[in-house]
């Protein structure tokens, strides 16, 4: 079965029909009926539907949906109110994915793995909603719309789904591919989305761990040193992910290595900010003595090489360029 381009457009369905219908009339493919209405079904059963007006009603949904446009795709939903539910299909990028939960995940190019700024998409999650999409999610969803948002860093939707109501307890299922069993609070925390995080802490989500606490920036109330070495870490490589300076130094202060490595998921803090590029969190370690030299136990790469990394993943304004003059002026100072 065939896969729809992640850009598609009608017209080269439209071209594809029509080239099915020559070919067949030339000998050279086989149609049930030489006619253009059995080429253009042919070519939508290849794509997984049941019929041509249903994968043109698909393939619309997908391009006003890229396109941002809530008027359209009000106009849309109006005519097939089914398309607010139904799951995104025939697509090779996205499979299975309803449309609010897709356009929360828009931030992100899926296949080029480039990440980009999407305005406008709070106006589309609000026609979905209007349309009768799923606040929380349908029958079979690994996760909710707003743990998705809060995956993607998508702080227009998110204020959405929380104006709405959404629950912003629920769990993320054991078998969910972000973070199993998880809050979108923590999907925000783990993936570095601090607008979204902010979000959701403002509108009352709970946090019970040390690790939660740091990526807040809201220690009061831990003994730090009484935590577990691990949790103090992880505690650390957070409050460092999300520039929460003050937390870096408290934890900096219960005894955390600066340059201590999380075994479990493979993170460090000067790492992983540089990564991001949390230019005051790489800044503010730098002047606390982490090591610019220190390197990944897996590639032995240093920050300086992870921040290049992720800067190549950015299409919009972000603080990798500060970053890497930070570590590269910290790496030649040293070797001087």
Not at 148 to 164: F, K, N, Q, R, W
Not at 176 to 181: E, L, M, Q, S
Not at 221 to 234: K, S
């Amino acid at each position: 079965m065939s896969k729809l381009p992640p850009r598609p457009h009608p017209d080269h369905l439209r071209r594809q029909a029509k080239d099915l219908l020559a070919a067949a009339k030339d000998g050279t493919a086989v149609l049930e009926s030489l006619d253009l209405n059995t080429a253009q079904r042919t070519i939508a059963r290849d794509y997984g539907f049941t019929s041509w007006p249903r994968l043109m009603a698909e393939v619309e949904r997908r391009v006003l949906l890229d396109s941002r446009d809530p008027a359209r795709i009000a106009a849309l939903l109006a005519q097939h109110p089914d398309l607010a539910v139904a799951r995104l299909h025939g697509w090779s990028d996205h499979s299975d994915i309803r449309p609010l939960q897709y356009v929360a995940s828009m931030r992100c190019a899926v296949g080029e793995n480039v990440w980009r700024d999407m305005p406008g998409t709070g106006r589309i999650a609000q026609a979905l909603l209007a349309a009768g999409a799923p606040l929380n999610g349908g029958p079979g969803d690994r996760e909710t719309p707003l743990i998705t948002a809060a995956s993607y860093g998508d702080t227009e939707v998110a204020h959405v789904l929380i104006a709405a109501g959404a629950d912003l307890e629920r769990l993320s299922t054991p078998d969910a591919g972000g973070v199993p069993n998880a809050s979108a609070l923590t999907h925000a925390a783990v993936f570095g989305m601090s607008g979204v995080l902010d979000l959701l802490v403002h509108a009352g989500a709970s946090y019970d761990s040390l690790p939660l606490a740091a990526a807040v920036g809201d220690l009061t109330g831990w003994d730090l040193r009484g935590q577990p070495r691990q949790q103090r870490l992880l505690a650390l490589i957070m409050a460092a992910d999300h520039e929460r300076l003050e937390a870096v130094d408290a934890l900096l202060g219960s005894g955390v290595p600066i340059d201590g490595e999380d075994r479990e998921f493979g993170r460090q803090a000067l790492r992983l900010a540089a990564e991001r590029g949390r230019a005051a969190s790489v800044s503010h370690l730098l002047a606390h003595g982490a090591d610019p030299h220190h390197r990944d136990p897996v590639k032995g790469r240093t920050a300086l090489y992870w921040c290049r990394r992720g800067a190549k993943r950015i299409d919009h304004r972000s603080g990798h360029a500060d970053v890497d003059r930070q570590l590269s002026a910290a790496l030649h100072l040293s070797d001087s």
